[in-house]
């Protein structure tokens, strides 16, 4: 297993501070290209399977399009352009509200929740990877990436 240091081949680092957030950066992209690699062969993007993951969450109940931006991992994504490509695939439909016609409800199909049991059978596979460490680590790992997480976000909105 490589550092972060040796893995960009960088034995200085302005201080732990700046070492931690390559690494957290690096560490993200190294999981999110894996996972597209993966995703791949199932014909979907890591986004347009975060689509699918945040509307089986809701399943049966329909989700908007701007909820479902609002619980996208990547807040850049084009939630509408998504739900597109997934109708077009089958995997999700649309239709206008009954309650208001401007917003639009998607839902998950059949096909679209047979294929996420597709995806989560190999994908275990993957979840092996943090086996490494012990659920107590990972929890604390995840506590420490909230804290950091918020604090950029209130130096973000203080700008």
Do not use: W
Not at 89 to 118: F, H
């Amino acid at each position: 297993m490589l550092s972060i240091g040796e893995e960009i081949k960088q034995s200085k680092f302005r201080n732990a501070q700046h070492k931690t957030v390559l690494n957290i950066l690096l560490t993200a992209n190294t999981i999110y290209a894996i996972n597209n690699r993966y995703f791949k062969q199932f014909g979907l993007s890591g986004e347009q399977y975060n689509v699918l993951r945040i509307l089986r969450g809701n399943h049966p109940e329909a989700c908007t399009v701007l909820s479902i931006q609002e619980r996208m991992l990547d807040k850049m994504s084009n939630a509408s352009r998504l739900v597109d490509k997934l109708e077009t695939k089958g995997l999700l439909t649309r239709k206008q509200s009954k309650d208001d016609r401007r917003q639009v409800d998607v839902c998950i199909t059949k096909k679209g929740l047979q294929l996420l049991d597709d995806i989560s059978i190999p994908f275990e596979k993957m979840d092996q990877a943090l086996k490494c460490v012990s659920e107590e680590e990972l929890n604390r790992v995840s506590d420490i990436l909230d804290v950091i997480r918020g604090t950029y976000r209130q130096l973000s909105d203080n700008q």
